[in-house]
């Protein structure tokens, strides 16, 4: 506990704290969104075609910097999800397919301009391939300043608008007919989409990055009904998720932060879908007990369940 | 009320004739370059429960759709109580199919009708008591009272039915579009629906209703809006709901039709 103490007090280390439970917060946050509308996947392609975005930025401006960064990224995503559209606009092919084939060629094309980049004549590319797997570690105070910023404004976009994103999450036939501008708002989730995806890929690398979207929203699911608290538990979730992947990996064997973040989220999905007070397995266990033992099947389960075979069968008859 | 109905009921009274919750004129649309609907063209009379009928991929739920901008227009026109559709969307009121979205979403009934005061509140605007207020008192008048905060999965299909109605209702709206609100319902809902339509009705506002069981539709709608990609016919429902133009809309699909429903028409005009 005392070299931890220690640990923190690094301001480095304080820095790199900030920085992964900022990113795990904003990727919580705005993850909800997305997996509520079935677009999971898509922070998964949105990750791999930054690549290339990120690449042609650096090679256009021969800076490392975020804001560059996250203009590259963005158009590749837009790009990648106009090229999703229209494979499916104008073929048979289906949507997951289209995604497929689009993640993984905007992905190859990144590989290989990462690759160009090393051996071509560009100065300070050092550390460009740490976008694969990130690099928390590097994170300085300037970075902690911008990432603070487009966190700040990623939650205060989801707080103001809060009830427009709701609504365009469950039902956008309706939002339309109220009045709301329903397309730009999806292209306003897709473009916070990108700046958690383009910030996350700092920390976590472009191949993790979309776990930090998609897990702490679908372990949050299972503590709430209530999209408020799933938002925030969501982003609670994806802030320990970072500060724990942070802290190990300072005192581990210099284990790398990404990774261990998403394997901290990855646990506490594992703890959600067994005691989530909503819908865990376990609740759930409970409760079919008590409905067993409320129909007076408490004792002789195999009997129990036949008899309510039995039933089931009769009601289907009816 | 919306302060847009009371001036268009003033605009009535100054030039004496009526003017209609809802006027189509020449109304397409299509999907994929293949038009699903042609020209439709029809006026309604305020405070009727109209019936839209016609066989599958006929564009009963296109016409809903295009009349309220969701889905966009090939041409044509839509006046909301003579002005333009964008203009009046806070008197019109929607309940879309059951089936159109996830009823997994986190979130409780009392919630879903209150975002039928969305359109009420400002860009920042929260719901608040309030809306609370309204929304309690829509669930009540649809016998939803009791499931306020019960999670909308665990609701049954009717009871959901009974949610959106009670949404819409909140909307507070003058002209009311509903797509297929007696699909997979039991008895009771249905009961219940059709006397929340008719109270509607008692306060003059006007519902225009997708509808499927061409058993009850004498029952239920004052007119009745035949449709299969282009209006077949338009009118009160005794002069529409016919043997030859229900022939002419489901052309010889409607065989066994003419054995069951049909024979009660014929029976009352002989």
């Known amino acids: ?318 | 009320m919306s302060s847009a109905k009371v001036q268009s009921e003033a605009s009535v009274m100054e030039r004496g004739d009526v003017v209609s919750p809802l006027t189509v004129s020449g109304l397409s649309a299509a999907y994929q370059k293949k038009p699903v609907l042609r020209g439709v063209t029809f006026t309604v009379t305020e405070g009727e429960l109209i019936g839209v009928i016609g066989p599958n991929g006929a564009g009963k739920s296109t016409m809903m759709k295009a009349a309220l901008g969701l889905i966009p227009r090939l041409g044509g026109e839509v006046l909301v109580y003579g002005k333009p559709y964008k203009q009046q969307r806070k008197l019109v009121g929607y309940v879309p199919q059951r089936e159109s979205v996830d009823w997994d979403f986190p979130t409780n009934a009392l919630d879903v009708v209150m975002m039928g005061r969305y359109g009420h509140l400002g860009l920042f605007g929260r719901p608040g008591a309030k809306e609370r207020a309204i929304a309690m008192e829509c669930l009540a008048k649809v016998g939803m009272a009791d499931f306020a905060a019960r999670q909308i999965s665990q609701l049954s299909g009717g009871q959901q039915q009974r949610v959106f109605l009670a949404r819409a209702l909140a909307q507070d709206a003058s002209l009311y579009f509903m797509d297929e609100p007696f699909a997979g319902v039991d008895a009771a809902t249905e009961k219940a629906i059709i006397t929340l339509l008719q109270e509607l009705k008692q306060q003059g506002k006007t519902v225009i209703v997708v509808h499927h069981d061409l058993a009850t539709v004498e029952e239920y709608f004052d007119s009745v809006l035949l449709l299969n990609v282009e209006l077949v016919a338009y009118g009160p429902t005794k002069d529409v709901f016919t043997q030859e133009l229900l022939q002419h809309t489901y052309g010889g699909r409607l065989a066994f039709l003419e054995r069951n429903s049909l024979a009660k028409t014929d029976n009352k005009k002989g």
């Open chain 1, 1 to 318: 506990m005392n070299t931890l103490w220690t640990l923190l007090q690094d301001p480095n280390m304080q820095w790199i704290l900030i920085s992964c439970t900022l990113l795990g917060l904003s990727s919580g946050i705005i993850g909800c969104f997305s997996y509520l509308r079935k677009q999971s996947l898509m922070g998964d392609t949105l990750a791999h075609a930054a690549l290339p975005g990120i690449c042609i930025a650096f090679m256009l401006t021969g800076t490392k910097s975020i804001l560059y960064f996250l203009i590259g990224a963005g158009i590749a995503g837009v790009a990648a999800t106009f090229g999703i559209g229209w494979i499916t606009r104008h073929s048979r092919v289906k949507h997951d397919a289209a995604m497929g084939i689009v993640l993984s060629s905007f992905f190859g094309l990144g590989i290989v301009l990462l690759t160009i980049v090393q051996h071509g004549g560009y100065g300070n590319q050092a550390g460009l391939d740490k976008f694969l797997f990130g690099q928390a570690a590097s994170m300085v105070g300037s970075d902690v300043l911008t990432l603070s910023i487009v966190s700040l404004l990623l939650v205060s976009v989801c707080y103001l608008l809060f009830k427009q994103f709701k609504l365009v999450s469950f039902d956008p036939g309706f939002a339309k007919g109220l009045g709301y501008p329903v397309a730009i708002l999806e292209q306003l989730l897709m473009f916070l989409m990108v700046v958690a995806v383009v910030v996350g890929i700092q920390a976590v690398g472009v191949i993790l990055v979309a776990s930090l979207i998609i897990t702490p929203a679908v372990s949050s699911r299972y503590w709430t009904d209530r999209l408020g608290v799933m938002v925030v538990v969501s982003g609670i979730f994806g802030a320990l998720s970072g500060a724990t992947g942070a802290i190990v990996s300072s005192t581990g064997a210099s284990l790398p932060t990404g990774p261990l973040t998403v394997l901290a989220a990855t646990l506490l999905f594992v703890v959600s879908l067994l005691i989530g007070t909503k819908r865990g397995l376990l609740v759930r266990r409970l409760a079919q007990q008590r409905m067993k033992r409320r129909l007076g099947y408490g004792f002789e389960e195999q009997a129990a369940t036949a008899s309510v075979d039995d039933r089931i069968n009769k009601e289907a008859a009816l």
